[in-house]
């Protein structure tokens, strides 16, 4: 069994990052230089961390699947990043932003990790404004806030409708400042297919050039993944296409422990479904929550009529009715559940039934339009393109669709993993959401990982490993990966099927979708476990994947994506089953209170699963991490 | 935008630009897509296409493309001979099939320019614009000191230009749009975005002298206003920053022929 030790520091919470920084071992400035450090991935995490290293002194190698890395997912993020700056002085703290984010994450998040993602994140926003990075502003040309979800302070910070896009260019920026100092090698369109373990301790990876279709083998002092999460496993999600959990699921099977793999978020203001051959989802960012009002008929056969129609009496605000505290701003997880409700009540709305009404004309009236437009013009421009309709002159249709994954590999307080070396940041971790992510709070982690905490804590674990140390690349340990990468994209290449890639992933995004989707129930996930491995089968069997090793293929790329995401499915469903409770995004249909919400199930599951790999056909461990609560008490979530 | 006009299913007739890599000839071929729903967007209109390539034993087509919302900049066809196709302030990925009629003969090519070579079908390298990036693009603070955030006022109109120049996606359908692909607009964006911000002044010669040095360098022609770059580009920025980076550029210029750098300025510490 993989020992899980948190390494969480003793002391009162608010004292334990302070106090660890000054007992973590240094590196000495002139012995920087002599370690390598590996980071894959180019987001906010990744590309915080590679900067970061650098300008310390370490030698940075990142490796990113675009083309760039100015392209990854958190440029999508739309709403903004929370800090606990209180600028509104309207009571925010850092004890009251990392209050929010444990009882938001259902008190299945680590305290003393939420607490130093709280106390950073002050620094967050000073180091991207010293960027550049174009905040909204007020008039007096102080920074401006808004209100997300979950809180009842105006802590988000944010630029326009695309905040992720402009913390990313800033964490580019900065990296591709050391690119051009010579201080970090960049590797665009390589993937990396496996992790390389040597005497117990990451020393490496082996990457696919995407061009080339060379193989490469490449070692360090250690290897920090920043690779996304793996919402993709259900096909159609928020994500961008591309993001796939490809990297943490190969360091998965070299036994890196993957913590809640069934903690999905499901968001619920996205456009809903229009029909088979759609490719992805796309996110109205919850922001609009604070003037948009979410509503359904009151009858259920008014649901075909023309919402202006429906006179005011006969419209059922359903959050406002259930969550009169908080209302359109209530978590995710309880927003989307919610929606859900009064579909299946049969009164949503659109041609699917499949969707509840985002209403802005209370805004319109109040703001003008003009107001509306300066708030979520790019927004409402998405909308129009999307469903050729204008949200300005009708409500928006909106339905819940899969966002984010609160799981991932398993870290201890210092960003590592039960595999010594092996560093994982942003959302490929499992550290700071609990069971539900707040809104605003992604962004916030990821730069928080890289800006703040791996800058010391990889410092701790290099101090450990001699100067010069590091494995040559030729070793039995990389050649036993290449050749495993080797034989895995031969098999792929010549297999006689008949079925394209996307055939496989859709049947695994329906079935992923209906039984462990937003509600879950015993029997559902049984039969998810029973036909998940029979679409694995099936896929080996009959999927196709045309052209060669040797060039730019995405068929390939995409096979072997798909592949990982079949087995990351079946552990998820493994996971929500053993998971004999509800909480936050997880929600059991057999464990609620009478009202319908998550009824917890503290004694038998406070812990972190982290499942660990057996080897091929075998029954994964499921390993537990207790959470102990040492400052807050685990209370029923009540946003009533 | 075109608006929704039918509900009724479509068919076209695709002319895609096949080329295996930059040192083959590629050319035209025709594919149909059939009944096609208006609701689909142009690129899964493509993945639709290349199952049926798969299914059939050809290559399917290379393109491009990730966030499929139009903000990460990786998708990247001309249709019809507009970078990024028929729509107006939208990204490859924004374009649905109800802007196309029944019938229609759809040419899809990649962004073409001497400085993005040709990887595959439509997928060209434009990693000359993180060389740019890496020349200047940037204000240099390390983690860990940074001032005080709100030390700084920035007046928000100066933050509301800087956020229009800083909403580049990086796509290059500037170059791909101008006739003598030029990156001023790229370029132009950024040296404007960290230009107007108080927090860039530090580096502001060096940075646009650097970064036009580099766009000079890898092989991107010149400005001669036709403002094309603008009308191509997804996020509509405006052409008027080429201008105020020419002013910035032609001020640095003097700036650092009349005021040398000290003498120590590159020596150690």
Known sequence: MATLDSKTPPGPLADKWRKHKADMKLVNPANKRKYEVIVVGAGLAGASAASSLADMGYKVKCFVFHDSPRRAHSIAAQGGINAAKNYQNDGDSVYRLFYDTIKGGDYRSREANVHRLAEVSVNIIDQCVAQGVPFAREYGGLLANRSFGGAQVSRTFYARGQTGQQLLLGAYSALMRNVGAGTVELHTQREMLDLVIVDGQAKGVVIRDLVTGAIERHAADAVVLATGGYGNVFNLSTYARGSNATAIWRAYKRGACFANPCYTQIHPTCIPVSGDYQSKLTLMSESLRNDGRIWVPKKAEDRRKDPSAIADADRDYFLERMYPAFGNLCPRDIASRAAKRVCDEGRGVGPSGLGVYLDFSDAISRLGANGVRERYGNLFDIYHEITAESAYEQPMRIFPAVHYTMGGLWVDYNLMSNVPGLFVLGEANFSDHGANRLGASALMQGLADGYFVIPYTIGDYLATQKPGSCPKADGPEFKAAEDNIRTMTKRLLDNPGREPVSHFHKRLGKLMWEFCGMARTKAGLETALQKIPELREEFWANVRVPGSGDSLNQSLEQAGRVADFIELGELMCRDALTREESCGGHFREEHQHPDGECKRNDEGFGHVAAWEFKGPGQAPARNVEALNYESVKMSVRNYK | ?269
């Open chain 2, 1 to 269: 935008m075109v608006a929704a006009n039918s509900t009724q299913p479509l068919s076209i007739t695709l002319r895609v630009w096949r080329q295996a890599d930059a040192r083959q000839p590629g050319k035209f071929v025709e594919y149909q897509a059939r009944e096609l729903s208006p609701d689909m967007s142009f690129l899964e209109m493509l993945d639709v296409v290349n199952d049926q390539l798969t299914v059939k034993g050809e290559d399917p087509i290379a393109f491009a493309h990730d966030c499929r919302e139009g903000i990460c900049g990786t998708c990247s066809c001309t249709i019809n001979g507009k970078p990024h196709g028929p729509g107006r302030g939208v990204a490859t990925c924004q374009i649905y099939m109800r802007t196309f009629r029944d019938g229609d003969v759809v040419t899809v090519e990649p962004f073409r320019a001497a400085a993005f070579p040709v990887v595959k079908d439509l997928v060209t390298d434009r990693s000359a614009f993180d060389k740019i990036q890496s020349a200047g693009g940037f204000i240099t603070v390390r983690a860990g000191s940074a001032p005080e955030a709100n030390g700084l006022p920035v007046p928000k109109p100066d933050a509301d230009l800087a956020m229009d120049a800083a909403t580049c996606i990086g796509c290059g359908a500037c170059v791909a749009a101008c006739k003598n692909a030029s990156a001023m607009l790229f370029v132009a964006a950024k040296v404007s975005h960290l230009g107007l911000m108080p927090q860039g002044q530090a580096e502001r010669d060096r940075r646009v002298l650097a970064m036009v040095g580099t766009m000079d360098e890898l092989g991107f022609g010149n400005c001669t206003n036709y403002y094309e770059c603008s009308a191509a580009c997804p996020k509509l920025i405006s052409h008027d920053f080429i201008a105020r980076m020419n002013g910035d550029y032609l001020k640095a210029s003097f700036r650092a022929a009349l005021k040398p750098e000290s003498a120590g300025a590159s020596g150690g510490v």
